[in-house]
C-alpha cells in the first residue's frame, strides 16, 4: 500500500497547487531525470536512494569559466565526524522551487536552462555607496576556501558537504553598510522564460528571499559559497552563487543570489510568508522545537542506508553560534 505523507514543501491547503505537488518527492524523482548534454547516468548510491528510474546526476556546467580556480585550499578548522556524501547523492537530492517539474524536487534537468554568465550581484540599502558587481569579478577580489560542513533540512534529512566559497564576513565588509543596518535581505534571481516554477508561480511570492541579522550574517560560519566538491557548483545547487548557513535548517540557505539589501527591518523570507506558522525567521536547528507535522529530534543521513541519528542544537555548531542567541530562551529559535 502507497502511504503519502505531506512534505516540508507543501503549501497550505488553502494555497493548494494541482494534485502533483503533493507527490512524494522521490516518486517525483524517480519519474523524471530525462538526459540532458553534459548529464551522467545515475550513480549507485542514487540508485539506491531512489530507486531504478533515477534521474540524471547533473554537475557543473562544462563552459563555467571558474573551473580552473578549483579545487581549493580546505580550512581543517570546519571538521565534521560523518562521511562525505556522495556527490552524485548530493546532486540529484536537492529542492529548487524556481525549476520544479511535475512537483518539489526534481529540479536537475531544468535547472540546466539558468543563464549563469553574465552574472552580477546588486548590493544596495544601507550601504556608504550601492553598486553591483560582476561574479567573475567578485571571486578576484575574494579569497577562496573549502569547508566541509553538515547540512540539516527542515524535513528531517542530512548531508555533509564540502563547500567552496569565502565568508560572508568577507562580503558584508567589501559592502560597507552604514551604522544602524540590522539585516541583510537576498534574493535569487526572477526569469520566469527560463523558470517553471516562477512560470506558473501564482501561489508563490516570487522571487525567493531570505534574511539574516547582521550579528548572524557576520559570524564566521556563514558561508557564500559558489564551488563544491572541488568544482563549481551545478546550477541546480546554485550556481553560481548561494548562502550556506551550517546551524540553520536549509530553506534559509538562498540559492542564485542576484541582489543583497543592507536594511533596519527584518526580511520575511519566501517560505515565511507562505506559511509563517510552520517556517520562520530563525530556522535554527533545534531538536527541541518540532515542526508542526513532525518531529525534529531526529535525522535521517544520506546515504547511510536510512540510518537515523539524534538531531543537535545548531545542528552541533552552537560552540561558533550559541552566543548569538542569548537571552533568546523564550522565542522559540525554530520559528
Not at 517556517?279 to 535554527?284: D, H, K, L, P, V
Request: proline share 8%.
Amino acid at each position: 500500500m502507497l502511504i503519502k505523507r505531506k512534505r516540508g514543501w507543501e503549501l497550505p491547503e488553502r494555497l493548494a497547487t494541482p494534485e502533483a505537488v503533493a507527490l512524494n518527492r522521490r516518486q517525483v524523482l524517480a519519474a523524471g531525470g530525462v538526459a540532458a548534454a553534459g548529464g551522467m547516468l545515475a550513480s549507485a548510491p542514487a540508485r539506491a536512494l531512489f530507486g531504478f528510474g533515477a534521474p540524471k546526476v547533473y554537475g557543473p556546467a562544462e563552459d563555467d569559466p571558474t573551473a580552473g580556480l578549483y579545487p581549493v585550499e580546505r580550512n581543517p578548522r570546519y571538521t565534521v565526524d560523518r562521511e562525505i556524501t556522495a556527490k552524485e547523492d548530493n546532486f540529484v537530492y536537492n529542492n529548487y522551487y524556481e525549476f520544479r517539474l511535475g512537483s518539489a524536487g526534481d529540479c536537475g534537468e531544468a535547472a540546466q536552462a539558468l543563464p549563469i554568465r553574465p552574472w552580477t550581484i546588486a548590493v544596495d540599502g544601507m550601504v556608504e555607496k550601492p553598486f553591483t558587481v560582476d561574479i567573475d569579478d567578485l571571486l578576484a577580489k575574494m579569497s577562496l576556501e573549502e569547508r566541509v560542513y553538515r547540512h540539516r533540512c527542515v524535513e528531517a534529512w542530512s548531508m555533509t558537504i564540502p563547500w567552496s566559497g569565502f565568508p560572508l564576513a568577507d562580503f558584508v565588509a567589501m559592502a560597507k553598510p552604514l551604522f544602524g543596518a540590522k539585516y541583510l535581505r537576498f534574493e535569487t534571481f526572477m526569469d520566469r522564460e527560463v523558470a517553471p516554477g516562477q512560470a506558473r508561480g501564482f501561489t508563490y511570492p516570487w522571487p525567493y528571499i531570505e534574511g539574516l541579522t547582521m550579528d548572524e550574517a557576520t559570524n564566521e560560519l556563514a558561508f557564500l559559497a559558489t564551488g563544491c566538491y572541488g568544482a563549481p557548483l551545478p546550477k541546480q545547487m546554485g550556481a553560481p552563487i548561494r548562502l550556506h548557513l551550517p546551524w540553520k535548517y536549509g530553506f534559509k540557505s538562498i540559492k542564485a543570489i542576484v541582489k543583497v539589501t543592507f536594511t533596519d527591518q527584518r526580511p520575511v523570507g519566501l517560505w515565511q510568508a507562505i506559511a509563517g506558522h510552520e517556517y520562520g525567521f530563525w530556522a535554527n536547528v533545534n531538536p527541541e522545537v518540532a515542526h508542526p507535522r513532525w518531529s525534529q529530534a531526529s535525522e535521517r543521513v544520506l546515504g547511510s542506508g536510512g540510518d537515523r541519528v539524534p538531531t543537535r542544537l545548531f545542528n552541533g555548531y552552537g560552540e561558533f553560534v550559541a552566543h548569538l542567541y542569548t537571552g533568546m530562551e523564550r522565542e522559540p529559535l525554530y520559528m
